[in-house]
């Protein structure tokens, strides 16, 4: 199966302070990744869908200013937390879309954000 | 508007025996479904997935699930549980084949425990 990649896999940070969280597709290219936060024994919830060359649509009530998303490349996106605080801490996942032969998503392995 | 709906937050069963995780949806088209297994801090891993065609779908490590579109089902099985099998499993929907031109929508995920 296909690889997807996410870095780094564990942060703590200042409160204040802005974190980025990358995720790679490694062996396929991806027009289309998308990034989940899952609290503590809790679903997925989608917060928005980044695209290849234009901006990430972003799901109701995430803040697309808190959440910046650039996804330069076709195997590259990045989530960038910025001025985190304690109640930002989650766990962090991405996915990507490999549009052959079906359109399958390949997760990454999640990054755990804690903001002191 | 898409939903899934599992039910049993937590299941508890000994090593050998059947493990049945229930999971309902709700789709106003024709739904993709998807079973999904994580491990502690890891992403997620698909199990198996039912696109068109058979409606028993046979996934990896001895899973299966049988998509009943009278009940709005697709329940997981596994006739005999292993130890190994202890994860979260989750139950998503998709109006796209491989998962979503717009993600995934979940389920809020099953404990699954195994007793030895």
């Known amino acids: 199966g296909a690889v997807v990649s996410q870095h780094p896999s564990r942060v703590i940070c200042k409160s204040g302070t802005s974190v980025k969280i990358e995720c790679r597709s490694l062996?396929?290219?991806?027009?289309?990744m998308f990034w989940y936060r899952q609290f503590p024994k809790q679903s997925l919830m989608l917060m928005a869908t980044?695209?290849?060359?234009?901006?990430?649509?972003?799901e109701q009530g995430v803040e697309k200013d808190k959440f910046l998303i650039n996804h330069a490349s076709l195997t590259l996106s990045t989530l960038t937390v910025t001025s985190a605080h304690p109640e930002d801490s989650s766990f962090y996942i991405c996915?990507?879309?490999?549009?052959?032969?079906?359109?399958?998503?390949?997760f990454g392995e999640g990054s755990r954000l804690t903001v002191l | 508007a898409q939903s899934v709906t599992q039910l049993g937050s937590h299941v508890s069963v000994s090593e050998g025996a059947l493990v049945l995780l229930r999971c309902n949806y709700s789709s106003s088209v024709p739904p993709y479904l998807f079973w999904y297994v994580q491990y502690p801090n890891q992403g997620l891993q698909l199990l198996l997935k039912?696109?068109?065609?058979?409606?028993l779908v046979k996934g990896i490590n001895g899973f299966e699930a049988e998509f009943k579109k009278s009940e709005t089902s697709f329940h997981l099985t596994k006739p005999s549980a292993h130890m190994s099998d202890a994860a979260e499993y989750f139950c998503a929907v998709s109006d796209f084949p491989g998962g979503g031109a717009d993600g995934l929508t979940f389920g809020k995920g099953t404990h699954l425990i195994i007793q030895p």
């Open positions: 062996d396929f290219q991806a027009t289309t």
């Open positions: 996915s990507a879309r490999k549009v052959l032969p079906d359109g399958e998503l390949f």
């Open positions: 980044s695209n290849e060359g234009s901006k990430a649509t972003y």
């Open positions: 039912y696109t068109t065609g058979a409606t």
